[in-house]
């Protein structure tokens, strides 16, 4: 139903703009034509893309679905937000982290809650395992809920000057790619050690699920470690679900030949991507689907249903896109907008169909 | 933000079978459609059913298995997830080390 000719929206960096049904719906065509050339994935049929065109023309501020089509919501720390740093949104109460999840779980009504290092990496974890393990134990025995450990693989931590490995973003630009695809190599190989050592930790202590957040945020190596890390800690750990929530829509080939499972890692796209994580044993799987800045949200929403539809219809697993700041049709901002945000869950719970968020 | 998509698509967590929903996914792999409906069978209610406040708060009352209000006495935490884990027939790993814990 129109309500009116013009339509209120956003620009992928939150500016608010007015534009026509009609430019709307051109945006609507554009965001899936383009996610389909680049993923070779289908486009939305007509009448997904009026179901979206009508979630965009509701006149509300906020949106919500029908009765019955609710979906589970994740998140990658958010639950202690309350007493985090503005960096990851937080309001900087000095609650405590316990307090900050029994909050987030009774005041919100969240479906579960993840907890993290501040820095929310798995190698800052590492050297502070006894807290975290300790902080954990003592969460999980008041927390209701499904409570989840969170970190970032974040191999760009195991480079020079941070971490003891040649720096490729070095090496590449001299020319030197075996050089750098070596360094890549070994790095992953720590990280990958690191992420089941604090795994293992973590499971000792009952841990409930473990979530990879952004994974594969340094390409292809980065991806591949977080892979061998599902699969080993799948076989040793098995009472303890996992989450891989991926950082971008395109594993970046920072290496190029690296494979799992004698798949090519780099130039993965959702729909892929959803496959070699179950293949790895993970239980839910988090697409990212990057916004562009320079279009509209439209546009960069659009493009996101595209891409979830395709990877929910072949998944095995829940699949819980990503939808914070900067993916699957978020404005790419701090203080994302209301209006943004419950337009991007509605469209990808009943377009998308995912199993969660 | 998490509060905008919580109110315009979650499951309302403890306020309905949110969290229920969720340990079906996360232990069994079961997508959407599936884990509602499984959780739906092991309450004995519909799957409409499981986010309508009406219903779910006298049903986790009294099945034990926590509440969104601070009810004195009521279950919550690990007793409760206690018995989510028997009432849906599924392992969680901390319920699993609490019951080594108190096995000794």
Redesign the interface.
């Known amino acids: 139903m129109r309500m009116s000719h013009t339509v209120f929206t956003r620009m992928g960096d939150g500016e608010r703009i007015s534009i026509e049904v009609g430019e709307l719906r051109e945006q609507l065509r554009k965001g899936t034509e383009d996610a389909s050339n680049k993923g070779s994935v289908p486009q939305l049929d007509a009448a997904e893309l009026e179901a979206l065109c009508d979630i965009f023309c509701e006149p509300g501020r906020?949106?919500?679905?029908p009765?019955?089509?609710?979906?589970?919501?994740?998140?990658d720390g958010?639950a202690e937000?309350l007493q985090g740093s503005e960096a990851d949104?937080g309001a900087g109460i000095d609650l405590g982290v316990l307090s900050s999840l029994l909050a987030?779980?009774?005041s919100?009504?969240?479906?579960?809650a993840c907890m993290g290092h501040e820095d929310f990496s798995f190698k800052p974890v590492k050297a502070i395992i006894d807290y975290t393990t300790t902080t954990y134990y003592t969460a999980?025995?008041?927390?209701?809920?499904?409570?989840f450990y969170g970190a970032q693989p974040n191999l760009g931590l195991y480079f020079q000057p941070d971490g003891p490995f040649p720096n490729p973003a070095d090496l590449l630009p001299a020319g030197k790619i075996a050089e750098a695809r070596k360094a890549q190599e070994d790095a992953a190989e720590a990280l990958r050690s690191d992420m089941v050592f604090v795994g293992r930790e973590l499971?000792q202590?009952?841990?409930?699920?473990l979530n990879f957040d952004t994974a594969g945020s340094s390409g292809d190596p980065d991806f591949y470690a977080t892979l061998q890390a599902v699969r080993e800690l799948k076989a040793s750990c098995p009472?303890?679900?996992i989450i891989v929530g991926m950082a971008a829509e395109f594993v970046l080939g920072m290496h190029g030949e690296i494979f799992f499972d004698g798949q090519r890692l780099a130039g993965m796209f959702p729909h892929r991507q959803v496959k070699i994580v179950e293949a790895a044993g993970a239980?839910?799987f988090g697409p990212a689907v990057n916004v562009n800045t320079s279009q509209t949200i439209p546009w960069n929403l659009s493009r996101a249903v595209t891409f979830v539809k395709e990877t929910v219809k072949v998944?095995?697993?829940?699949v819980h896109p990503n939808?914070?700041?900067g993916v699957c049709g978020?404005p790419m901002m701090l203080q994302?907008p209301?209006d943004c945000?419950?337009r991007v869950?509605?469209a990808?719970?009943l377009i998308g169909k995912?199993?969660?968020? | 933000?998490?509060?905008?998509?919580?109110?315009?698509?979650?499951?309302?967590?403890?306020?309905?079978a949110?969290?229920l929903?969720?340990?079906m996914?996360?232990?069994r792999?079961?997508?959407?459609p599936e884990?509602k409906r499984y959780v739906a069978e092991k309450l004995g209610v519909s799957?409409?059913d499981l986010?309508d406040e009406d219903v779910m708060y006298p049903l986790r009352e009294k099945l034990g298995i926590?509440l969104?209000?601070?009810k004195s006495g009521a279950a919550?935490?690990?007793i409760?997830?206690r018995r989510i884990a028997k009432l849906l027939d599924i392992?969680?790993?901390?319920?699993?080390?609490?019951q080594r814990m108190l096995a000794k």
């Open positions: 906020a949106v919500s679905v009765h019955g089509e609710e979906l589970i919501v994740t998140d958010v937000n949104g987030y779980e009774r919100t009504a969240a479906d579960t999980s025995q008041s927390v209701t809920v499904p409570l499971n202590v009952g841990c409930e699920g009472a303890m679900p239980d839910i998944a095995e697993v829940s939808v914070g700041m978020i994302t209301i945000v419950t869950s509605k990808l719970a995912a199993d969660g968020l | 933000m998490p509060i905008a998509h919580i109110m315009a698509t979650g499951m309302g967590g403890l306020r309905g949110g969290d929903v969720a340990w996914q996360m232990t792999k079961m997508k959407l884990a799957v409409r986010t926590g969104i209000t601070a919550a935490g690990i409760a997830k392992e969680i790993n901390s319920v699993n080390l609490f």
